[in-house]
């Protein structure tokens, strides 16, 4: 008995994480380096098999707005967990609707899956209707992909 109670314990302990502590917080700004480098290499492999030239690809401008924009998509979220105690599946959304948003906004980056006619037709701003895309896609890719909860 005393046995099945201690199993319990650790089993609820395991769950317990400390989010606004700095072994925490440096732990979620640094561990996206490494995986955003490594998305910044695919999608630059993506822009060239679709055809943009090796110059255009390869500079700073391009390699910077993909790196920067998935890191801070990752570091964006850190403050929003030690504010909420627990990472969140409306973390993953906001923080994409701020990157799109963001990066519409400057013409860093385009709104994928939504056609500009249908935008202006119904007068919705190009940032807003990239906060909502880019908010919905990483929403759904974190639920499916991470299994976040709400």
């Known amino acids: 008995m005393k046995q099945k109670h201690l199993s319990h314990l650790l089993c609820t302990m395991y769950f317990y994480v400390d989010t606004k502590s700095w072994a925490y917080q440096k732990r979620c ?14 999608f630059s492999a993506i822009d060239i098999f679709q055809g943009v030239p090796l110059q255009n690809v390869m500079n700073p401008r ?22 909420h ?4 599946l409306w ?31 119904y007068g919705v701003s190009p ?15 974190a639920g499916m992909l991470g299994s976040k909860p709400f």
């Open 29 to 42: 700004l640094t561990y996206p380096i490494q995986s955003s480098a490594v998305a910044t290499i695919l």
């Open 62 to 83: 391009s390699l910077g707005t993909y790196f920067g924009g998935i890191y801070c998509y990752h570091a964006i979220q850190c403050p929003m967990e030690a504010i």
């Open 85 to 88: 105690g627990r990472p969140s």
């Open 91 to 121: 973390h993953n959304i906001l923080s994409g609707g701020t990157i799109g948003f963001l990066g519409v906004a400057t013409g860093r980056l385009g709104i994928p899956l939504v056609s500009p006619a249908h935008a202006y037709r």
């Open 127 to 141: 940032p807003v209707l990239a906060f909502g895309v880019y908010g919905s896609i990483s929403g759904v890719m």
